[in-house]
């Protein structure tokens, strides 16, 4: 059995797609096996274009208590079924579809948001359903680098961890999640290059002093972007595309200090006025933190 993809540039190219019981296609289980188990054991997981099924039978391996599949393809469809799937008939771009689903532990977004016409539409409203999101990216045709999804990430979610796990053969693979890392967490990455931002009085000063093996950057130096580093504000992390890791802190301390330093009550507009100052976002090949101090 074969399926329909259009290609960017409108053709239509048939093909074998994923490996299942009985059936063999060109996605191999053993290539996607990047998901970190205890996201699964126990959770409700909602593939989006599912296709057969193969990682919603991945999903149930690693201890799923219930998988929901949505596909279009109608030959898929009857694949999934037939190897005793949940699979629901319905077109990501369709707008009434969101509003009818329920929230899940983790959505599965793999290799579909480059087909969509509106791949901003489908990945805001999915995200909205899940504390946890694997996003698989495309091959080269689809000319989205991984930049260019973290940008996409950043703009149109609100998940707090945004990490990049490695290719799947040329497909950039992520994990977004709501949940918090620990500082210790981050070490243990082992990041080159990492830039701390936030609003002046977040804390970001007091977070740089724990990465002691690292050059500290602050806004009274020039900023070298050779070596190992932290650069520790706003002004000496400009240039979030030159780093591995962006650390954003945000605190309620912050709201407190500007009140005390002007002796007079905190309000939107003096907050909005005094207490602006942002990095330069520029697209970058990072991982992203949220911090609460």
Sequence with gaps: MKTAFEQPDGR???????????????????????FIESDFKGKTVLDLGCWGGQMMLESKRLGAKKVLGVEIDKDAINIGRSLGLD???DDLE?????????????????????????????????????????????GEQHKFSRSDWVNMFLTYTTYKTIEYLGNITTR????????EKNLEYIKSKNYKRIAIIGKPGAGKTHYSK?????????????????????VVDNHGALKLSEYDCVIN???????????????????????????????QYLKGNYDFYTINN
């Design 12 to 34: 239509v190219k048939w093909k074998k797609y994923q490996d299942l019981p009985g059936f063999s296609g060109d996605r191999k289980l053993e290539d996607r096996q990047k």
């Design 87 to 89: 699979i629901m008939v």
């Design 94 to 138: 369709n707008p009434f579809l969101w509003k009818e689903l329920p929230r899940f532990d983790v959505i599965l977004c793999l290799a579909i948001l480059g087909n969509m016409k509106n791949q901003v539409a489908v990945l805001s409203n999915a995200s909205q359903l899940a504390d946890t999101m694997y996003v698989e990216g495309h």
């Design 172 to 179: 950039p693979f992520f994990r977004l999640s709501r949940e």
């Design 210 to 230: 724990y990465f002691e093996n690292y050059k500290i950057i602050t806004d009274k130096e020039n900023v070298d972007f050779s070596g190992d580093m932290v």
């Design 249 to 279: 802190i945000v605190s309620d301390k912050r709201l407190d200090n500007i009140s005390n330093r002007e002796n007079r009550p905190v309000d939107n507009q003096i907050i909005g006025f005094c207490d602006t100052v942002s990095p």
